[in-house]
């Protein structure tokens, strides 16, 4: 059984920190490409940022130079370190596993919230 959980959110004020972990069981993890997306009320899910098998990273323009994503294979972990954080950052954060077409898994999110 696959499980994608995620940890970290919480309430911080404009320009803060936060460091998101997503652990995974289930799946042979280092194979996966690991994606961050969000969604915030009445908008679509978006993708924030995304590490392939061998690390290689994509970020949406809007966190480009303030989230850094991040992979430990030994612990099965993705990680999604957010600095200079803005209000417009507010939203559920969800984890996501994909190998190829057939394999693609989410976990259940976690609420970030910016504002003073």
């Known amino acids: 059984q696959v499980q994608l959980v995620e940890s970290g959110g919480g309430l911080v004020q404009p320009g803060g920190s936060l460091r998101l972990s997503c652990a995974a069981s289930?799946?042979?993890?280092?194979?996966?490409?690991m994606g961050w997306y969000r969604q915030a009320p009445g908008k679509q899910r978006e993708l924030v940022a995304a590490?392939?098998?061998?690390?290689?990273?994509n970020y949406a323009d809007s966190v480009k130079g303030r989230f850094t994503i991040s992979r430990d294979n030994a612990r099965n972990t993705v990680y999604l370190q957010m600095n200079s954080l803005k209000p417009e950052d507010t939203a559920v954060y969800y984890c996501?596993?994909?190998?190829?077409?057939?394999?693609?898994?989410w976990g259940q999110g976690t609420q970030v919230a910016v504002f003073s």
């Open positions: 590490i392939t098998s061998v690390r290689s990273t």
């Open positions: 996501n596993a994909r190998w190829g077409n057939n394999n693609n898994y």
């Open positions: 289930g799946i042979i993890f280092g194979g996966f490409t």
